[in-house]
């Protein structure tokens, strides 16, 4: 094979802390890659995706020998920075009501279900707790009239996919939440709420007996030949299969250009509430709520894990950046928001601050497609989420080490059958039309933002 030099344009920049691992008790570091190593695998990215394909590397190749390479720590990239929805139902960001086509949708539920089941036999060997990994169900919920009749075309959906659910009462709501922002509640069981920091670092530790994990190790520099050779700050690594799980960051490594949208959304996260606000609040210890409208609010109210206080965090706005980072202005419109959506639904918490303003990346494609498959000789892409990264990460993970070492599986060709990320608009109609639309969509959620 001929060489080929790629060099990586750009390295992630994360807007803000990653307030989910911040909130934890801090964790040795893995040490930096330094001097030359050889592996039989390495996967750059350690989110979602990347410690998935690790473990279903291990899984396949007996005594393989696997590294992972992180850019940060982690946790502390878009993996630590979600609000931990592992959502099995369709969940397409880019539509009005989260539904795709019908047969679609359907095999995205199987699929789904299979990422999850994946994630459920990580939590399971590596004993996390229920409040790292809880298989509770999720609840997309309403405050307003528009975001009723939102439910209502949802519940309509699940009725035609034949899944189960139940509706939630204004009361219900109350009681669960304390607040009585919502009108209306639709539950379905198949979800998993995690905590996304904590999962990610309790599967790197279950998964660091077998697989070498290296961080603040990003990969500068790809050198395509026989032996790949992977280049970082300090250290050099030379492998046969490299997978590349840095889901938007593809593109820095000059992979799907102009196929990619780069958004952002971001969060805010209160300190830890005292007994007394506790009390004001009311509601359970642990809750978490989707918007009826893809464009509004979603809140998490989240206790006490290893000593990180009952807080609640919302998270709103997004904006889309195609140079990868986010900007100060975007911060700032988006903590005004979350102010609001927080006094709004929360008025018996007035004066409670927010401790952690963050931001952080999403990858989606124009047709909700992923960034898959073979991209060079024996380097493969598990990138684009399309905003659901916990469990189409996973998914995509699994499915990069079963292509790359199995070639096919049942599960594979059920994945493939996808098309390839649409085209963009060139710019500069691409990040105006785009953003203007999101404003637009943001200004009509209305109350549900
Ligand atoms: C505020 C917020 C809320 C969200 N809520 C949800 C939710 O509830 N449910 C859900 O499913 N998704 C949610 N998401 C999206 C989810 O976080 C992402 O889709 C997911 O993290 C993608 O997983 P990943 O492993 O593919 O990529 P990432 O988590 O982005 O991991 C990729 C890793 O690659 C590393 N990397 C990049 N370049 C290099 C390099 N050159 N060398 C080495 N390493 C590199 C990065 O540092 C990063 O850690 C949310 C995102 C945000 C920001």
């Known amino acids: 094979m001929s060489k080929k030099i790629i060099k990586v344009k750009r390295l992630p920049k994360d807007p803000g802390p990653a307030a989910w691992n911040r909130i934890l008790t801090p964790e040795p570091e893995y040490p930096a890659l330094s001097g030359d190593v050889q592996a039989d695998w390495v996967v750059v990215g350690g989110g979602f995706t990347g410690l998935a394909a690790a473990r279903r590397l291990a899984q396949l190749t007996g005594n393989d020998s696997i590294v992972v390479l992180e850019a940060g720590r982690l946790a502390d990239g878009p ?35 299979a990422a999850i089941a994946f994630a459920a036999e990580m939590a399971e060997e590596y004993e996390m707790d229920r409040k790292v990994f809880d298989p509770c169900g999720k609840v997309t919920a309403a405050g307003s009239d528009k975001g009723v009749a939102h439910i209502e075309s949802y519940r309509k959906h699940l009725d035609e996919l034949g899944e189960s659910y139940e509706l939630r009462s204004a009361l219900d709501m109350k009681d669960w939440t304390g607040s009585d922002f919502y009108r209306t509640g639709l539950y379905t069981p198949g979800a998993v709420m995690i905590q996304p920091a904590a999962f990610i670092r309790q599967a790197a530790r279950g998964l660091s007996d077998r697989v070498s994990i290296y961080e603040n190790s990003p990969v500068v520099e790809m050198s395509l030949a026989d032996d790949h050779l992977l280049t970082t700050p300090r250290g050099q690594i030379r492998a046969k299969g490299v997978i590349l799980a840095v889901n938007g960051h593809v593109q820095s490594f000059g992979f799907f250009p102009r196929q990619l949208l780069h958004v952002f959304t971001f969060a805010s996260m209160t300190r830890a ?3 007394s606000e506790v009390h004001r ?66 008025p018996m918490l007035k004066g409670v601050e927010m401790e952690h303003r ?62 390839q990320p649409k085209l963009l608009p060139p710019e500069p109609f691409l990040s105006l039309g785009a953003n203007m639309t999101m404003r637009w969509k943001e200004w009509q959620a209305g109350i549900e933002l």
């Open 79 to 113: 993996a630590g920075r979600n609000s931990g929805f592992m959502i099995d139902l369709p969940h397409e960001l880019n539509s009005e009501t989260y539904a795709g086509s019908h047969d679609h949708d359907l095999q995205q539920i199987r699929l789904n279900r």
């Open 273 to 275: 509430l005292t007994q």
């Open 281 to 346: 609040l009311g509601g359970v210890e642990d809750w978490g709520i989707l918007p009826a409208d893809p464009m509004g609010t979603t809140v998490r109210r989240s206790s006490n894990l290893m000593g990180s206080g009952d807080r609640i965090v919302v998270r709103n706005h997004a904006t889309l950046n195609q140079s990868i980072e986010a900007n100060e202005s975007n911060m700032r419109r988006a903590a005004k928001l979350q102010d609001r959506s927080f006094a709004n639904r929360f």
């Open 358 to 419: 963050w931001g952080g990346r999403l990858c989606l494609s124009w047709n909700s497609m992923p960034a898959f498959g073979e991209v060079e000789k024996r380097v493969w892409s598990a990138c684009c989420q399309n905003g659901l990264g916990t469990v189409k990460g996973t998914l995509s993970g699994m499915m990069a080490a079963e292509q790359a070492v199995l070639g096919s599986s049942e599960m594979l060709t059920e994945f493939l059958d996808h098309q």
